[in-house]
């Protein structure tokens, strides 16, 4: 039940307290994979799980710009500071409940947007009247999250899968080529770098030439299947529970 | 050229300077259009005219929420504060500035986001590096203007050539029959509600039954036709010039 | 019932839930008018009002300073940002709220304040324990309203009645030299300019030699008539009324 | 040179950089005294200096409402936030400042204004372009100063010289009968009260029947002779000045 | 019972309403008292009087930095925005009350917090859970209160007694040489400086020469006594009474 | 060089652009351990580096508390919010970088401070005329940064080691005994709890019976190590510099 394409009367009959929003970035993928490749993917998930889900979801509209600054060295990169970024979540997410749809789920594909969701997500818990956590598709499939990288094998395969006339194949030796193979530049734990542009020439972190699109498929139905059981737990979640009480 | 489906590389190469940024909302529009008809209708002439246009413009993806609080009691309605609205667009106009596409016209298919674009949009030419100006279709359509209403028929037409899947044809008499004939309940020229639930039962503003694709069509037309001639304004535009100088 | 010159014992007797807030501005009005037109006028109306109203209504002190950076270039115009401006007008309404005056209009004097207390008291209205509205004197003087401009006939018109002494009418004419016919500097209906400066040379839109102190006291009695009409209304608006309910 | 009465193009031609800025407060003065009190006195006062100044010195309009929260009780008293007073007090001094006159001495009528002024002129010293110092009239008239109270002796007098019309004096038994004789309630050097009704009954602190429209004269000469004194300071001030050095 | 060194289980067991949060600053205090100074002498009254109270108190760790921008250019002040600082303080402040300890007295060392500590807890008294108050204790030593310059005798004394091997004693004529006589430098009572360079060579007021330790412990039993007593009021006020009843 | 206890002459003769910036925390750390944990950890740990360190560093005074919301329902738990949290830092981080010492490392001891940190650091490096960088010392204590928990054997060992008296070494079955495995409450890699009584009876997550002062002093040797070796790195880095050179 997406909203955007939905009439308001015909939601106002869903009989459902469950909501996605998905969340994605305008940001550099590499020379191969497009600007919006972390709202794609996020939609991707997001629909994917609607859809296979028992009971009526609502799907808001995606939220295109997000926390990427880091990125903004590297042309088309959009982003908000991230004070503005958790406001606009959370007076969505706060406008979501005030139909009923009180129990949501913010359906993330991008790396950069996860602390300011843990963040805001929080805060709606505990002040708001609404109960919500963040889902990242990429932390959710199995053994593969190790691989994620940035443009990599686990974006561009979910590309290739669900929106394949976005990337461009040809220019995969390209973008490992200018790849780095790890994300930041490391002194211990602590990363020195801020922006991307200080760790990778092309904007890729990971080989993209390890993607294909049936990787791609397998990553949309494990991802798709989690965040399913996600929705079964946030439904019969009880926030004010304590372990003792 | 939209950000969402072009790589970092090939925007880097793009010699413009100027941007298109789409801006909606998800509210509801009555029973027979859907709660994006503004994100889609603003994509929709943005589109149009970034195709005619004879110079290549960057389009950004749509920003999908804005200020519709006034239809929070219609079910599916999303929206920010006027300040998270503001701070959210001066962003992202900051960023695509950054990367040189620092003209900027942002497309506006609500009227509820007309006063809040203005004035984030000058505080951005008073005090940021970027020149940038709201468009908003509707009131770029000749005498077809003063026709608008809310769902009526100039949203309901654009939508029927543009997206007409999204329509429902046959819930216009429904449509008609729950409208009210003027936005608003009025002492003078002050408007004493702050709602539209105040003075429309369905949601509707105007006769529906009278759109058309064919109306559609030239909605389109006049739009883009506008918007092309917009963009070479502020192309030229001296933001330091003073009449007598 | 003017708050600056009584004392608390005496209004606490008032028996009254109406306030009048008049809101000015100090800003450019060409040669001929004073800096403080925007307010003078502003107060004139409000205490044409309250005086012609059948039961007491409180006025509040007229806020002096508003928003009109657009008139920076022009000396001695004050102004803060929107976000202050609508924050002083808030916390001013909400005090006088809390006294049981919680009917309040805010009888505007200055164009480039509308937008924002629109925004503000539709705030009120929704947020708060209050029920506010604007009311900008020159947009409720029948069809003389299509003649505004500014330091324009209507302007000094009622300056003129009512404070003849602030106008210097022996420079109508140089006042007139130097004016612009049309306020902006349009592209279809996007005005390209965000400073007055950039459309006109000595800040005046229209042709102040029209004005009389005939015309303005027709003006004042236009207008304090409808802000009495409206006072009617706003006592008897039921905020949460539906239209189908 | 007061700029709510001059035009734009009179105070263009002044040669000064020294602005007053009048601050009062719009709040209970007893059953006697008029709730503009604070804002008439701070005028008066500023209105006396700007005349007897041997140069030109530009006044900007009164700011009639300031913090004044803890009269709260009292009906009438208007309030903002201190965070929006500073914002508003900062937005004009910094457009008094554009214009050249960066020189600012904000007269101040009330004592619950003091801290919030010392904040922001501090402020607007060390981070913007201009020189704002606070002054409070009745801390500038010698040994009268320790008569203050509150709607005592002192402001009584001023306005018994300078806005006599606004006095009731055949309140002044009442006023005294129900008044304090201290402002706070303390515990050592520490007010435990947060508002003015924990400690006294009518608003009152001190005797109004001490206060004459001679003592007023008096207190006007001495406070406006020193504000010159102060303009005379402030034209001089190095805010870069190191004592070695 | 010290917050920082006690377990949550210990502290959940106290049956006291009272807290006491010590508030200090990191700030130049001359050649021959340390930057801590302020937080130094907070603490040792804070913990003097939670020692002598006859019934527990909570004491919450200090917070080592305030408002002290004028002291910015001596090596190694450290400040925040009285903003910042405001919201930390009314935030602890809040955290304290949730558990119970909701009548708070701020111990405090600085002068430049006095200011922004009466407004944050006047704020908390009318719009929080929590009734609190700010308590300098050097306004509370007696007679000794006006020897108070900043880095001078009383300070320096309290560091002797409480901190003795902080102090440099053998720097003390230095101090006294480089020192100035008064705070400010003062146009009748309009401190015309922002900064304490503006008036001191090396950052002492006043003649730390009169310092002694026997003069610190009567110092640190005056103030104690003096915290005690508040103690006591602050346990029984009724924030909500009003004089007349 | 401890900021607290150094005279400002002595630290504006320091040659060095190095400082460390504690940031603790004040929350339960189960029946066993003291509220202060987190700040007395992260003063050990910077302690000991600067110590450690061949040149001179300067140390900030502790910031005492942070974001711990998270821990609430147990007693003598404080926090700010976030946004306060960050304004703190980055005020006091900028007071530092004035005096020259402009590479700054936060040395973190409380896990919930770890996203705002590197959030705000990150704005910090980009926008402000510093270079910071948060360093959280349990993250650098090799294979031991697994065993984390929280009041577990990692936190519990270092107080043994530097605090020894801060732990009530004799409830250390009672706290295991209350325990919880795990920190958080997930399904797939989502925390559904957003506070800490969810999923832990008396505060701990983590076996303290696994504690001991030798494990403290080799976790104080590592972490202290590893701190000294990125302040190597932090004086040396180039936030300017790209890869591609």
Redesign the interface.
């Known amino acids: 039940m997406h909203?955007?394409?939905?009439?308001?009367?015909d939601?106002?009959d869903a009989e459902t307290d469950l909501a996605l929003l998905p969340v994605g970035s305008?940001e550099?993928?590499?020379?191969?994979?497009?600007?919006?490749t972390d709202?794609?993917d996020a939609e991707a998930v997001a629909d994917a799980a609607a859809e296979q889900y028992d009971d009526p979801v609502?799907v808001?509209?995606?939220?295109?710009?997000g926390i990427a600054?880091?990125h903004?060295?590297?042309?088309?990169?959009?982003?908000?500071?991230?004070?503005?970024f958790r406001?606009?979540v959370r007076?969505?997410v706060g406008?979501?409940a005030?139909?009923g749809w009180d129990r949501v789920v913010v359906v993330n594909g991008h790396g950069g947007n996860i602390?300011?969701l843990?963040?805001v997500?929080?805060r709606i818990?505990?002040h708001d009247d609404a109960y919500a956590?963040?889902?990242?598709w990429f932390?959710?499939v199995d053994e593969h999250t190790s691989e994620m990288g940035h443009a990599g094998p686990l974006e561009t395969s979910l590309l290739r899968h669900a929106n394949p006339e976005?990337v461009?194949e040809d220019?995969l030796e390209e973008a490992a080529d200018g790849s780095?193979d790890r994300w930041g530049d490391w002194?211990?734990?602590?990363?020195?770098a801020?922006?991307s542009?200080?760790?990778?020439?092309?904007?890729v972190v990971g080989d993209p030439r390890e993607s294909s699109a049936d990787l791609g498929e397998e990553l949309l139905d494990l991802s798709a299947a989690?965040l399913c059981?996600?929705l079964d737990?946030?439904r019969e979640?009880d926030?004010q529970?304590?372990?003792?009480g």
């Open positions: 909203l955007e394409t939905e009439t308001w009367t939601v106002a305008t550099q993928h590499g020379p191969h994979a497009p600007l919006g709202t794609l609502v808001a509209p995606a939220i295109p710009v600054e880091e903004r060295e590297f042309s088309g990169t959009l982003w908000t500071t991230e004070s503005t406001s606009y007076d969505v406008s979501l005030s139909h602390a300011a843990r963040e997500t929080t818990v505990r956590v963040p889902f990242t932390d959710e976005t461009h220019r780095s002194q211990g734990r602590v990363n020195l801020v922006d542009h200080e760790f990778t020439e092309n904007g989690a059981k996600l737990a946030v979640r926030p529970a304590r372990i003792d």
